[in-house]
C-alpha cells in the first residue's frame, strides 16, 4: 500500500526554468493538496482539488499552477521558477473535506532554485 | 479567519518525562477539528491525534493525549514518558467543518522538541 507519493524527491531548477511535480495516491480519496514548508514556518497552502476535474487556490497560490485530470493524480506546476519558491513541497490527500477527516502527507519534494 | 498559534519554537525535556505543547486556535465556527503531527528529521509528516469541537472527551492515542480547553481556545499536546524517538518538529493544525470550497487545514508553524538522554 503506498498511499501517497511525490515524484521527484529532490530537483534544482534554474531561475526562469519550469517543472512538473507530481502528486499520487492509491486510496481514491476525493482531496488533494498541494503545501510548500519554508524554515521556520508551518505548512502554507497553495492549492487543492475536492474532486476529479476541479481544482482551488490556497492561500499561497501566485507562481504555481496545478491540475486534477485523474483522481488519483495531482500535479503542481511551476512555470517560471523563483528563488523564493525554494522550500519543501508537501502532497496530501484526503477522503473527503469535513473537519475530523485525517490528511495523508507524502514524502515531500525538496526543491532548490538557484 | 481561522488561525494557529504555538508559541514555543523549541522545547529540551529529559528523557521519561512528559511533555506539553501549547497550541491555541482561533476560528468562528463552532465545528472544527484539531490535529496534531509529528515531522521528524527524515522530513515525512505523521498523524498523531485528533480532537474535534464536540468531542465530549479529551482525545488519547498511546502516549498521546490532547487537553482541549475549548473555552480558551487550547489544544496541548501532551506526551506521557518521552522517549528520544520523540525529537522532531511537532505541528498542531485546525480545520474547519463542512464541505465548502474553503475547507481546508492550517498549520501552526511548529514547536521542535528535543529529548536528553
Known amino acids: 500500500n503506498a498511499g501517497v507519493t511525490q515524484t521527484p524527491k529532490f530537483r534544482v531548477l534554474k531561475t526562469g526554468q519550469s517543472m512538473t511535480l507530481l502528486c499520487a495516491q492509491d486510496m481514491n480519496h476525493e482531496y488533494m493538496y498541494w503545501y510548500r514548508q519554508d524554515p521556520g514556518m508551518g505548512l502554507r497552502l497553495i492549492h487543492y482539488?475536492?474532486?476529479?476535474?476541479?481544482?482551488a487556490k490556497g492561500e499561497v497560490p501566485d507562481g504555481y499552477n496545478v491540475s486534477r485530470l485523474k483522481k488519483q493524480n495531482f500535479l503542481l506546476g511551476l512555470e517560471s521558477a523563483a528563488p523564493s519558491q525554494t522550500s519543501v513541497y508537501f502532497c496530501?490527500?484526503?477522503?473527503?473535506?469535513?473537519?475530523?477527516?485525517?490528511?495523508?502527507f507524502g514524502p515531500g519534494t525538496r526543491l532548490t532554485v538557484t | 479567519a481561522q488561525k494557529i498559534t504555538q508559541t514555543q519554537p523549541g522545547m529540551f525535556v529529559q528523557e521519561k518525562e512528559a511533555v506539553t505543547l501549547d497550541c491555541t486556535y482561533d476560528t468562528s465556527d463552532p465545528s472544527y477539528g484539531l490535529f496534531w503531527y509529528k515531522q521528524p528529521s527524515s522530513g515525512e509528516m505523521i498523524f498523531l491525534i485528533y480532537q474535534g469541537s464536540y468531542d465530549q472527551q479529551n482525545a488519547t492515542e498511546g502516549r498521546y493525549s490532547l487537553n482541549f480547553q475549548k473555552a480558551r481556545k487550547s489544544a496541548n499536546l501532551v506526551i506521557s514518558a518521552s522517549q528520544l524517538g520523540d525529537s522532531a518538529m511537532y505541528f498542531c493544525a485546525m480545520r474547519e467543518a463542512g464541505y465548502s470550497s474553503a475547507s481546508k487545514i492550517i498549520f501552526g508553524s511548529g514547536t521542535r522538541l528535543s529529548i536528553r538522554p
Open positions: 496530501a490527500s484526503s477522503k473527503t473535506g469535513l473537519a475530523g477527516v485525517e490528511q495523508y
Open positions: 482539488s475536492v474532486g476529479e476535474g476541479t481544482t
